[in-house]
C-alpha cells in the first residue's frame, strides 16, 4: 500500500473491540486519532474492500509499523456507524461483574434458550432413569430396557450440545458488548460452524482436568491404604502438592481458550497457546488487576455459588448421615441405613429446582470471561 493508492474521496472502516465504524475519510479519522478513539492496533479496511488491515497502515494517519501483538481473528457481524468509543484505562472487577448481569440481563432470554439446549436433554434423561430404577421388578421388562436407552440417548444429546452453548454464549456476548441485537437462530447458526474445533477443545481440556481429580482420588486412596506407614503418607502428601500445583496451572494455561476458539477463530494448538499468553499477561500491573487473577476471582465466586447450592440442596441428607455415622457403629450397618434413607428420600423438589437455578445463571460465567477477555485483549 502506498500515497499514491489513497484517492481524494476514499474512505475507510474501523473496527474497535469487534465493532464496526465508518465510513469516513482519512480527516474523521484523524480526529478520532487524536481523541484517543483509534489505536495503530485497531483492525481497519478500505470501504467496499474485503482485507482487513491495521489502522497503524492507513496513509498519513499514524506512519507507525504494524503491531505484532494485534488480533486478527475477531468475526464481525455488521457494520454500525458512530464514533469508536474512548480508549479508557482497565475497569476494576465489580465493573466487570456489573457488566456481566447487565449483559445476562439484556440478552436473558436468548442465553436461557441456549442453556435448554443441554438442559432439557439432561433432565429428560434423569426423569427417564428415575422411572427405570422404580420399575426394575422384573429384569425383562422391556419398558425399563427402553427407558435406560432412552436416558442413555439423552446424556449423549447433552453432551453434543454443550460446545453449541459454549460457542453461543462467546458470540451473543461479544454482539451484545458491541451493542448489536443478534437473533437466536443465527447465533445457533454460527455457533454450529464452530462445533468441531469446540468439541475437539472440550475433549481435552475436560479430560485433563478428570485425569487430574482421579489422580487426586488415587491419593487419598494411597493415603488410606497406606496409613500405617509414615513414607506413604509423607509420599502421598508430596503427590497431593503436585498435583495441586499441576491442577492449578492447567486451569490457568486454559482460562481463556473458549474466548480464542471462537472469537479469534484460533485453531486448537493456537487457542491453548494464546490462553496462556494472555492469561499471563500483565505482569507490569498490580497483581489484583492481571488477566490471571480477575479470572481465578470469577471461577472462584461461581465455584463458591455452586456449592451453596449443593449445601442447600443436599443438607438434609447431610444432617442425616452425619447422626447416622455418630449413632451407628457397624459400617455394614450404617451404610444400609444410608441407602434405605436415600431410597426413601424419593424425587427431591428443592434440590432439583436450585440445580436447574444453577444452570440458568451458568452462563454468567461465560459472560463474565467474555467481558474480561475483551478488557484484557484491548489493554495487552
Known amino acids: 500500500m502506498t500515497g499514491d493508492d489513497q484517492g481524494v474521496t476514499e474512505e475507510w472502516i474501523v473496527r474497535v473491540d469487534g465493532r464496526e465504524y ?3 475519510d482519512i480527516d474523521t479519522l ?20 474485503e482485507l482487513w488491515t491495521f489502522a497503524a497502515e492507513i496513509p498519513g494517519l499514524f506512519n507507525v509499523g504494524v503491531p505484532a501483538t494485534a488480533g486478527t481473528g475477531q468475526r464481525a457481524y455488521s457494520t454500525s456507524l458512530g464514533q469508536p468509543p474512548l480508549a479508557l484505562s482497565s475497569p476494576g472487577f465489580a465493573q466487570i461483574l456489573v457488566e456481566t448481569f447487565r449483559i445476562y440481563a439484556r440478552g436473558f432470554l436468548q442465553f436461557l434458550a441456549l442453556t435448554l439446549l443441554v438442559v432439557l436433554p439432561s433432565v429428560c434423561g434423569q426423569l427417564a432413569a428415575m422411572w427405570t430404577q422404580n420399575v426394575q421388578a422384573s429384569d425383562a421388562d422391556l419398558r425399563a430396557l427402553a427407558a435406560g436407552a432412552f436416558a442413555f440417548l439423552m446424556f449423549i444429546i447433552s453432551l453434543a450440545m454443550w460446545p ?5 454464549i462467546q458470540i451473543l456476548t461479544t454482539e451484545i458488548t ?5 437473533g437466536f437462530f443465527a447465533a445457533l447458526n454460527e455457533s454450529v460452524r464452530f462445533w468441531p474445533r469446540v468439541a475437539a477443545l472440550c475433549i481435552f481440556v475436560y479430560g485433563v482436568f478428570f485425569l487430574l481429580t482421579v489422580f487426586a482420588l488415587l491419593i487419598a486412596a494411597m493415603i488410606v491404604a497406606g496409613a500405617s506407614s509414615l513414607f506413604v503418607i509423607f509420599l502421598a502428601l508430596a503427590l497431593l502438592v503436585l498435583q495441586v500445583w499441576m491442577f492449578g496451572r492447567f486451569f490457568v494455561n486454559v482460562l481463556f481458550w473458549q474466548q480464542f476458539a471462537v472469537l479469534e477463530n484460533a485453531g486448537v494448538v493456537d487457542s491453548l497457546r494464546e490462553s496462556r499468553t494472555l492469561a499471563h499477561s500483565g505482569r507490569e500491573l ?9 479470572g481465578v476471582f470469577i471461577s472462584s465466586l461461581w465455584f463458591a455459588f ?7 440442596s443436599q443438607w438434609p441428607t447431610l444432617q442425616r448421615s452425619l447422626n447416622e455415622l455418630m449413632t451407628t457403629q457397624d459400617p455394614q450397618a450404617l451404610l444400609q441405613k444410608l441407602t434405605e434413607a436415600q431410597h426413601a ?9 436450585l440445580g436447574l437455578l444453577q444452570k440458568i445463571l451458568q452462563p454468567l460465567v461465560g459472560i463474565a470471561f467474555v467481558v474480561l477477555y475483551i478488557n484484557s485483549r484491548r489493554k495487552h
Open 345 to 353: 428420600r424419593g424425587f427431591d423438589v428443592l434440590g432439583f429446582a
Open 164 to 168: 453449541i452453548y459454549v460457542a453461543g
Open 22 to 24: 465508518g465510513p469516513v
Open 30 to 49: 484523524r480526529e478520532w486519532k487524536a481523541e484517543g478513539r483509534v489505536l495503530p492496533a485497531n483492525e481497519a479496511r478500505r470501504a467496499g474492500a
Open 306 to 312: 455452586a456449592l451453596a447450592i449443593a449445601l442447600v
Open 286 to 294: 498490580p497483581w489484583f488487576q492481571r488477566p490471571l487473577w480477575r
Open 178 to 182: 458491541a451493542g448489536r441485537r443478534l
